[in-house]
């Protein structure tokens, strides 16, 4: 027995099949969820067996999604304390942001990853990231080269940094000008939903590590300079506060009065007396979920699945924290899930509008299956059913992030001290007109400790 199935509909489907293998994207990769993947990724990376993960995903470099798996890859090494091999693999991220800066002509593998993507779902779109995933790679790779021993690449990759905090300041004053309408009442809700979570992309944490490095490097006035930055993020914190202030004096700033009126007196250190920063990630950023909207169009039911981001759930407490035999309080200063949730929030209407041409696309072909003969029949119940399966939204993004950025900065009399976090302990070494940077990376059933005294 056969079925005359409508000819357009099978070259279409079949196509766009071609195109997956074609434009290199394993059918699985498309089809499957990235969250799920990573889950197992980061339960290696929060074991005491995480050797071996950042080599990997480095392996997966070479699928259509390098620029996601560099990071991923980097990140995992960082975590490990192999900073070296963290450089190396940012750097491969790095130089793909690069060439996407410098794309002049759209390649032929990126025509058919966006033809495709008409039929299938935009995980076929190879991963370009987002501008604040770009601002933390080259964060990271600062401390990266700091904690390494290599201070004139850490401020080349500090300055980058600031760079692209300014490009993203830019983008931000522009799109507040030109805002983009939906008509679509479901995903305007979503938006605003998403702005709840997050209501702005610009990361206080970054700022103060900025700040930090220029201050470190012998620059207060560009420190002081990121520390407003911070501070207009983050108004609210005391750790910040105290940091302009201290600038403010040291620099005869004219704001000093201002702020002294709001906040105090600065507090500057004595003789005797180093400096401690403690930087505290703890968890994973929370990863991206999805949404359905159904439509009924010439009597076929459709259905299209965007991204977006649920209200994280609370980090468990900050463990009991002693410095010698001092107990000592975090301040929070970033949550990821709310800058990715802010980034995508600014996203959203172009991923929408993206994925309703996708939709008439699927209409359209659809439309070629009507009529009451069997073939007829089975070839719109072949598209709904193509529609059903490959209709997925685009959960990808950096999941070996921390969740939140929790941050101690103190004058401490110089000595040996023992800091207890929870049940793991780590000797520091304060030394008097000295920075000794502490680096906790807290995944959950695992902590890890690095320091380096500058």
């Known amino acids: 027995m056969s079925y005359d199935i409508p000819k357009k509909l099978a070259k279409a489907v079949s196509y766009s099949w071609l195109i997956l293998t074609l434009s290199g994207c394993a059918v699985s990769g498309v089809l499957t969820s990235y969250p799920n993947e990573m889950a197992s990724v980061k339960d290696q990376i929060n074991s005491s067996d995480a050797s071996g993960v950042a080599a990997k995903l480095a392996d997966k470099m070479q699928s259509s999604n390098p620029l996601l798996y560099a990071q991923e890859a980097g990140r995992a090494a960082q975590i490990s304390g192999d900073f070296a091999s963290s450089i190396k693999l940012y750097d491969s991220a790095i130089n793909s942001y690069?060439?996407?800066?410098?794309?002049?002509?759209?390649?032929?593998?990126?025509?058919?990853?966006?033809?495709?993507?008409?039929?299938?779902?935009?995980?076929?779109?190879?991963?370009?990231?987002?501008?604040?995933?770009?601002?933390?790679?080259?964060?990271?790779?600062?401390?990266?080269?700091?904690?390494?021993?290599?201070?004139?690449?850490?401020?080349?990759?500090?300055?980058?940094?600031?760079?692209?905090?300014?490009?993203?300041?830019?983008?931000?004053?522009q799109q507040s000008k030109t805002a983009q309408q939906l008509s679509n009442g479901e995903v305007s809700a979503e938006v605003s939903r998403l702005k709840s979570i997050g209501d702005t992309p610009l990361n206080a944490g970054s700022y103060y590590v900025t700040g930090l490095l220029h201050e470190l490097f012998g620059q207060p006035n560009d420190a002081y300079i990121d520390y407003r930055k911070a501070a207009t993020v983050l108004p609210d914190s005391p750790v910040l506060q105290q940091a302009l202030l201290r600038l403010a004096q040291s620099l005869s700033m004219p704001q000093?009065?201002?702020?002294?009126?709001?906040?105090?007196?600065?507090?500057?250190?004595?003789?005797?007396?180093?400096?401690?920063?403690?930087?505290?990630?703890?968890?994973?950023?929370?990863?991206?979920?999805?949404?359905?909207?159904?439509?009924?169009?010439?009597?076929?039911?459709?259905?299209?699945?965007?991204?977006?981001?649920?209200?994280?759930?609370?980090?468990?407490?900050?463990?009991?924290?002693?410095?010698?035999?001092?107990?000592?309080?975090?301040?929070?200063?970033?949550?990821?899930?709310?800058i990715e949730a802010a980034e995508l929030s600014d996203r959203l209407p172009v991923i929408y509008t993206r994925q309703a041409a996708r939709l008439a696309a699927k209409a359209t072909l659809s439309h070629q299956t009507q009529g009451d003969s069997t073939g007829a029949l089975l070839g719109n119940a072949l598209m709904q059913i193509f529609n059903v399966v490959t209709e997925q939204a685009d959960c990808r993004s950096w999941l070996t992030l921390p969740a939140q950025l929790d941050l101690?900065?103190?004058?401490?009399?110089?000595?040996?001290?023992?800091?207890?976090?929870?049940?793991?302990?780590?000797?520091?070494?304060?030394?008097?007109?000295?920075?000794?940077?502490?680096?906790?990376?807290?995944t959950g059933n695992l902590t890890r400790f690095y320091t380096k005294l500058l």
């Open 98 to 173: 690069l060439a996407l800066d410098d794309r002049a002509k759209v390649s032929l593998s990126h025509v058919g990853a966006n033809s495709s993507s008409l039929l299938v779902n935009d995980k076929v779109i190879p991963y370009e990231g987002n501008l604040s995933e770009r601002i933390l790679l080259h964060q990271y790779q600062a401390l990266n080269y700091l904690f390494n021993g290599n201070n004139v690449a850490a401020q080349v990759e500090m300055r980058r940094t600031n760079e692209l905090q300014q490009r993203q300041q830019q983008q931000l004053d």
């Open 256 to 338: 000093l009065e201002e702020f002294t009126q709001r906040w105090g007196k600065p507090v500057q250190p004595k003789a005797s007396q180093g400096r401690v920063v403690l930087l505290l990630e703890r968890g994973f950023v929370t990863p991206k979920t999805s949404f359905t909207l159904p439509f009924v169009v010439d009597n076929s039911v459709l259905s299209l699945s965007l991204p977006t981001y649920r209200e994280p759930g609370p980090l468990p407490a900050v463990p009991a924290t002693l410095f010698g035999s001092n107990a000592l309080s975090f301040a929070p200063l970033t949550q990821f899930t709310q």
């Open 408 to 442: 101690l900065d103190n004058f401490t009399e110089q000595g040996q001290y023992q800091l207890h976090y929870g049940n793991n302990q780590q000797p520091v070494t304060v030394q008097a007109g000295r920075t000794t940077v502490v680096w906790i990376i807290d």
